[in-house]
């Protein structure tokens, strides 16, 4: 019981991102099977129930996510009612599946309308069978309804049939078989002179040329490209310069003593706290997948791993520590790019997470690799023409 009561306690976005990198899913392959987007399933993972659309969509969401995975429902569907609770400090709605199953399709249940999002949606099995027994009696009765009038336009159709089979029935010209056909004279249709005035069209005149129509070749699609060319800088210089002796570095209202604790001398630590308003940055920690995370005012990021790659935008709102002392990598563009340890420099360049078409960010070294591909790809097709 006591195990049970602390597993109820940790929120749901912690528990969906640990099932998701036990299971070696990364988010975009996730999206990929659940047509879910990226941002949604980052916004899940971030407990960010204020850019998530109502209950219903939430639920639904849940219950796609953890399907694909393999992972108990039940547990998932308490941790987000208890993270739901923990967030927004109300229970989360009892959720009306009748009135999803009237027209077919999933819609928010009826709270307070809410701004429409064009992600698509996913609803279980489960909500559908819910919903089917309790229209169940209501789809018996109406069968019943359809069988008493249908049988009765049945023996409707036979009478009228067999009325209408004592008339007599023009049954239009004779045909005959091909059979008895067969080494017969052919009769000449006999041909009547057209009138003084007719005028003969190029149809009726006998050999008129036939105009043919230009084929219409339709174009080669235009080859689009995902990875569009980028130039990459490679890193000189220093990112950041470290104060030892700044009073942040003691300011426990700052940096508060939990963190400082935490710190694992054979990692890399660093510790962003929002300060003066709202940053958002993407970030990328040894193998594991980029995340893209938004630090509202007054709240922080404590990251640890071998190697940390950081972009940051507003960075002048915040304060930033590494191991424990106050980070100077102030920005007049308000951006800004990090990498942990120093002595990693040189094996990246800037942009650190350029965006694709697609909207899908990924590191440099990766997106090099694939705008190669592409640039091979189109030298060929001009080489082709």
Same mark, same amino acid.
């Given at each position: ?65 953890? %399907? ?38 999933? %819609? ?129 210089? %220093? ?21 400082? *604790? ?10 962003? %706290? ?23 005012? *007054?709240? *922080? ?56 078409? *697609? ?27």
């Amino acid at each position: 019981m006591e195990n049970q009561n602390m597993n109820e306690n940790n929120l749901l976005g912690e528990y969906l991102k640990q099932k998701r990198v036990e299971k070696n899913f990364t988010l975009e392959k996730l999206a990929q099977k659940s047509k879910i987007s990226v941002n949604i399933l980052k916004a899940l993972e971030a407990n960010d129930y204020k850019n998530l659309p109502s209950a219903a969509y939430i639920k639904g969401f849940v219950s796609t996510y953890v %399907k694909i995975l393999g992972i108990p429902k039940d547990e998932a569907i308490i941790k987000m009612e208890h993270t739901h609770l923990k967030i927004l400090g109300k229970p989360f709605p009892a959720l009306d599946h009748t009135k999803l199953m009237v027209t077919g399709s999933p %819609k928010k249940s009826q709270e307070p309308e809410e701004t429409s999002t064009p992600h698509e949606v996913i609803e279980n099995s489960d909500t559908i069978l819910e919903s089917t027994k309790s229209i169940l009696p209501i789809i018996i009765f109406a069968a019943v309804i359809l069988l008493f009038v249908g049988g009765y336009k049945l023996i409707s159709s036979v009478v009228e049939s067999e009325v209408n089979s004592q008339k007599p029935k023009d049954h239009g010209p004779k045909i005959e078989s091909s059979s008895a056909l067969i080494n017969q004279p052919v009769k000449v249709p006999e041909v009547k002179k057209e009138e003084p005035q007719a005028v003969a069209t190029a149809a009726t005149k006998p050999n008129a040329p036939v105009e043919e129509k230009p084929v219409e070749v339709k174009p080669e699609p235009e080859f689009r490209r995902n990875f569009p060319p980028v130039e990459f800088k490679p890193i000189r210089g %220093k990112l950041f310069t470290i104060k030892t002796d700044a009073p942040e570095n003691t300011d426990e209202t700052i940096l508060p003593r939990p963190i400082k *604790d935490s710190m694992n001398s054979s990692l890399q630590n660093v510790y962003i %706290k929002a300060i003066d308003g709202n940053t958002w940055l993407s970030y990328k920690i040894d193998n594991n997948p980029i995340e893209s995370v938004i630090i509202n005012k *007054d709240s *922080d990021l404590f990251l640890q791993g071998s190697e940390i790659r950081i972009f940051l935008g507003n960075i002048n709102v915040t304060k930033i520590f590494y191991n424990n002392y106050l980070v100077n990598a102030a920005s007049k563009s308000g951006v800004k790019s990090l990498v942990f340890p120093e002595e990693s420099n040189a094996k990246f360049k800037l942009p650190l997470f350029p965006k694709a078409s *697609d909207d899908i960010l990924y590191t440099s070294e990766d997106y090099q690799k694939r705008m190669k591909v592409e640039e091979e790809e189109l030298a060929k097709r001009k080489e082709a023409e």
